[in-house]
């Protein structure tokens, strides 16, 4: 049975080394090959940064066709296809290719993985001429109306996973003490913008997908460097603001159903509240089982999903405008939640799905790839 800790397994049970082995293994073999880059290596002449800020712009927001020079206007769920997304993409690459490496070392023990996911971290973290600044001051802009917005920060959910594989990379060996040492400062150096920037506040007091996209990286990036008190105020927030607001008593999100992409909206904030429920409750505090006086939870909010990620076909509101077949991936929702609950047909389920994407907007919107690193 796998180990959990946190709460009762129940009788449900996976293997997920020997599930994912063979992929795990194809892809990092891959991977071998790349060399980082980081966002130094392109640079926007939109971007109000310098060149080791990240930059990135809004994907709703649009040319107005009455006013085809001035201020972009929004079209919820539309992506332009014009925007700057080069930053975005190298962050996302990092967040594919280090923790299938980190995987493959903890799987085979083979040192070459091991140590070019180090020379990722290293370019990213630690060296001066590609690392990159510790804040996403100019994330999500948008021409004519910000240099840079507070919604810009769910840009990093592609670190949340990098953060999980560090730990098994340093196990190798592959990152000195002092690299290592400069990694985690360059994450405490992030959270503690992300917890008192006034972008950062932005964005922890967004009601939706952004706001619980905000705690979990935080928990995410708490856990990383040792910040326990961050992590019993990340606990405390998934209580009082995130479950209240965001999850009905029959556990449907609506702040996500009435948007454009529902049922994308839907998984994607499930797959964060299960994320940060799995690292929080691992350390102490347990999420998984807390549920308000009228029965809003993670469990209701599982409960709800599971059928339409059974059969898509049964989902009982507007489909996504964009994207709606290329969902549901191998969502952890129901890998974290099958095994908090004991639930083995989440699980048989989840086993099932696809686990992988060449899909930007998969790729941008399922973040939780490797299981091995979590199980």
Same mark, same amino acid.
């Given at each position: 049975?796998?180990?959990? @800790?946190?709460?009762?397994?129940?009788?449900?049970?996976?293997?997920?080394?020997?599930?994912?082995?063979?992929?795990?293994?194809?892809?990092?073999?891959?991977?071998?090959?790349?060399?980082?880059?980081?966002?130094?290596?392109?640079?926007?002449?939109?971007?109000?940064?310098? #060149?080791?800020?990240?930059?990135?712009?809004?994907?709703?927001?649009?040319?107005? #066709?009455?006013?085809?020079?001035?201020?972009?206007?929004?079209?919820?769920?539309?992506? =332009?296809?014009?925007?700057?997304?080069?930053?975005?993409? %190298?962050?996302?690459?990092?967040?594919?290719?280090?923790?299938?490496? +980190?995987?493959?070392?903890?799987?085979?023990?083979? !040192? !070459?993985?091991?140590? $070019?996911? +180090?020379?990722?971290?290293?370019?990213?973290?630690?060296?001066?001429?590609?690392?990159?600044?510790?804040?996403?001051?100019?994330?999500?802009?948008?021409?004519?109306?910000?240099?840079?917005?507070?919604?810009?920060?769910?840009?990093?959910? $592609?670190?949340?996973?990098? +953060?999980?594989?560090?730990?098994?990379?340093?196990?190798?060996?592959?990152?000195?003490?002092?690299?290592?040492?400069?990694?985690?400062?360059?994450?405490?150096?992030?959270?503690?913008?992300?917890?008192?920037?006034?972008?950062g506040i932005e964005e922890r007091d967004a009601r939706n997908n952004h706001g619980t996209c905000w705690v979990m990286q935080v928990a995410a990036f708490a856990e990383f460097t040792g910040n326990r008190k961050l992590i019993k105020e990340c606990a405390d927030r998934f209580r009082f603001a995130i479950v209240p607001s965001q999850i009905d008593p029959d556990g449907s999100q609506p702040l996500?159903?009435?948007?454009?992409?529902?049922?994308?909206? %839907?998984?994607?904030?499930?797959? +964060?509240?299960?994320?940060? %429920?799995?690292?929080?409750?691992? =350390?102490?505090?347990?999420?998984?089982?807390?549920?308000?006086?009228?029965?809003?939870?993670?469990?209701?909010?599982?409960?709800?999903?599971?059928?339409?990620?059974?059969?898509?076909?049964?989902?009982?509101?507007? @489909?996504?405008?964009?994207?709606?077949?290329?969902? #549901?991936?191998?969502?952890?929702?129901?890998?974290?939640?099958?095994?908090?609950?004991?639930?083995?047909?989440?699980?048989?389920?989840?086993?099932?799905?696809?686990?992988?994407? =060449?899909?930007?907007?998969?790729?941008?919107?399922?973040?939780?790839?490797?299981?091995?690193?979590?199980?």
């Open positions: 049975m796998v180990a959990f @800790p946190g709460f009762s397994l129940g009788k449900a049970t996976i293997d997920v080394s020997a599930l994912d082995r063979s992929r795990v293994l194809g892809d990092a073999r891959k991977f071998l090959a790349g060399k980082p880059v980081t966002p130094a290596a392109v640079r926007s002449p939109r971007s109000a940064g310098g #060149p080791n800020d990240f930059f990135s712009e809004g994907d709703y927001w649009w040319p107005d #066709p009455k006013n085809p020079g001035g201020p972009y206007i929004r079209r919820d769920g539309m992506t =332009n296809p014009d925007n700057f997304v080069e930053h975005r993409n %190298c962050l996302m690459r990092l967040s594919v290719e280090v923790p299938a490496l +980190a995987a493959a070392w903890k799987l085979t023990r083979e !040192r !070459r993985y091991a140590a $070019h996911a +180090a020379a990722h971290l290293r370019a990213w973290f630690v060296t001066a001429a590609s690392r990159m600044n510790p804040n996403l001051q100019f994330a999500q802009a948008i021409h004519g109306r910000s240099t840079g917005r507070g919604t810009g920060i769910i840009d990093t959910i $592609h670190l949340v996973e990098v +953060a999980r594989a560090i730990p098994v990379i340093a196990e190798s060996g592959a990152l000195s003490s002092d690299q290592l040492a400069r990694v985690k400062q360059w994450f405490s150096t992030y959270v503690e913008w992300m917890t008192e920037s006034r972008n996500e159903v009435t948007r454009t992409k529902p049922y994308a909206y %839907c998984l994607f904030n499930l797959e +964060a509240l299960a994320t940060l %429920c799995r690292i929080v409750s691992a =350390n102490g505090h347990d999420l998984w089982n807390f549920q308000t006086a009228d029965g809003r939870g993670v469990r209701k909010a599982i409960e709800y999903m599971f059928p339409f990620i059974a059969d898509k076909k049964a989902w009982k509101h507007l @489909p996504d405008v964009m994207y709606f077949d290329e969902w #549901p991936m191998r969502q952890e929702a129901l890998l974290f939640g099958g095994l908090a609950y004991g639930r083995q047909d989440y699980l048989d389920v989840w086993r099932k799905l696809p686990a992988g994407s =060449n899909v930007d907007e998969v790729v941008r919107n399922y973040f939780i790839r490797q299981p091995v690193l979590w199980i």
